[in-house]
C-alpha cells in the first residue's frame, strides 16, 4: 500500500518488496476497485464549480482534442477549494454533459466553463455560468477554469509512467489520479486508504 500511495509501479513494487509481479499486480487493482467505489459515492458540489473535458491516450499523430480517434473522453467537474469528480463520456454534446452536471451540481451553483458549444446551455438553466474565452485569455479575475486543467496536466502525468493502459481498465486508473488529487499528501492517502480497505469483506 505504501507503493502504491509512493507511485511505485506494480512492477518495481514486486521486486522491492520480494513477492511475485502477478500478487502486486493484483493487489494494486484491488485498490483502485476500493478508490472506485468510495469516490462514487460522494456529495454534488456546490458553490463555484469548475468543469471541463478531456482526452486521453490515442495515436500521437493527428487530430488532438475534440474529434480526436482512439481517443478515451473524459468529463471533469471541480469545487474551487474543494475535490475533483471525474467520469468517462462518449462525446462532450450538451446533450451528453448537461445531465451530468444536473447530477453533480447544486442548483444555482456558480459553474465556470470554456468558451465550447456543448456548454450553452448553461445559460439558460438553473445555474449561474461564466465562460472564459481562451482565444482571448486564461483569466480574467475570478473567471477561469485553471484549476480543473491543473487536474489533467496532474492525470496525465501520473498516468504517462504507466506506458500504456488497458482500455477497460482506464476507468480505474482514473479514479486513482482523481484520489490522488483530492487526498494530497502521501500520508493523507495512505491513511484513507487504511481505512476505506477496512470495509472491504
Known sequence: MEMFVAEVTARKAAELVGVNYHTAHLFYHKLRQI???HL???WPLQ????VDESYFGGQRKGKRGRGAAGKMAVFGLLKRGGQVTTCLVTDASSSTLMPL???QVLPDSLVYTDGWKGYNALDVSEFRHQRINHSQALV???NHINGIENFWSQ???VLRKYNGIPRQHFYLFLKECEFRFNYGSAKQQLNTLKLWSKFIP
Do not use: D, L, P
Open 155 to 157: 492525470a496525465k502525468r
Open 140 to 142: 480574467q479575475g475570478r
Open 101 to 103: 452536471i444536473r447530477r
Open 47 to 50: 458553490g463555484e464549480v469548475e
Open 35 to 37: 478508490i472506485a467505489t
Open 40 to 42: 462514487e459515492q460522494q
